[in-house]
């Protein structure tokens, strides 16, 4: 049975008392809803954000303090390292780390991404989370479905829920699941003071998307495995990355010149930014990165279309790099 979508912002209290829900900026039924749904499927508690970068900016301004340091994996998606400087500015700092071995000594966070977006690597859990620091990780390309962190250890998990949860390209949320009641409890406080709650619809179109999550990911994993295969052999392409599981890969050709004539030769497959949804996507990363990326980089996210058709897709477009 469908979820009702509950828009009411403030409900009446019982008996002269605050409910369950007095303000939707505290929750609201859909979001708490959905963060059930959701915090079964990844093993603890789970908190919605506005987006994954909300999620990520209220761990660390709930959680550190002025003059503490983050060790974030190297590597790792774009956008986290971005907010870290952006939050240098509050006195946070961060360093980065080859997180497929031990973290540094002198950190208060350590900062994984299973896989890394692009380069999927896979952290060293059991050395991370045998650091004194608390440990965080992004499974964002993973999904619960894959890789479920608090399981190795970590302290607290983080999605991008965008991308695959929702997985249809039309709902921009985050989320935060841990099994720790303080940090739980420390987050949500935030979350109502600061206002970066998820909103009802938002929260419907994930629990829409959780439905479907199984299949969608057994169907974009299976085309996926087919067509690293397929680049592995073609002379054009000189590096594939590739997790071993997901729907997320990456690959290289020689150069930007040619990474520009692939992405823009692609018909089926659309060249466009952001991962997860049903429709494949691909994109030369450096215009985004710029050095910390080979200019040649393309990462490709495999939707719902024909494995074979997408092969033919690529396989064209490659003939012009």
Known sequence: MTTPLERSTTWPYEDGEPGAFTYARFSSPTVAEAERRLGELDGGEALLFASGTAASTAIVLALLEPGQTVALAAGAYYGTGVML????RWGVRHVEFDQTGPPPNDVDLIWLEAPSNPFLTMPDFEAACAHPALVVCDATAATPLNVRPLDHGCD????????????????????????????????????????????????????????TLEVRLARQTASARAIVERLRDH?????????GFGALLSFDVVDANAARRVETGTRLIANMTSLGGVRSRIEARSR????????????????????????????QALARA
């Not at 002379?235 to 997790?243: G, S």
Request: charged content about 25%; hydrophobic content about 45%; some cysteine.
């Open 85 to 88: 400087d952006e939050l240098a």
């Open 156 to 211: 607290v998990v983080v999605h991008s829920a965008t991308k695959y949860l929702a997985g249809h390209d039309d709902a921009l949320v985050g989320a935060v699941v841990t099994r720790n009641t303080e940090i739980a409890a420390r987050l949500r406080e935030h979350r109502t003071r600061t206002g970066c709650v998820c909103a009802p619809d938002v929260a419907w179109l994930l629990l829409r998307g959780l439905q």
């Open 235 to 243: 002379p054009a392409v000189e590096r594939v990355r590739y997790p």
């Open 288 to 315: 985004w990165e710029g050095d910390r990326v080979s200019p040649g980089l393309l990462r490709l996210s495999v939707g719902l279309e024909d494995p074979d058709a997408l092969w033919a897709d690529l396989e």
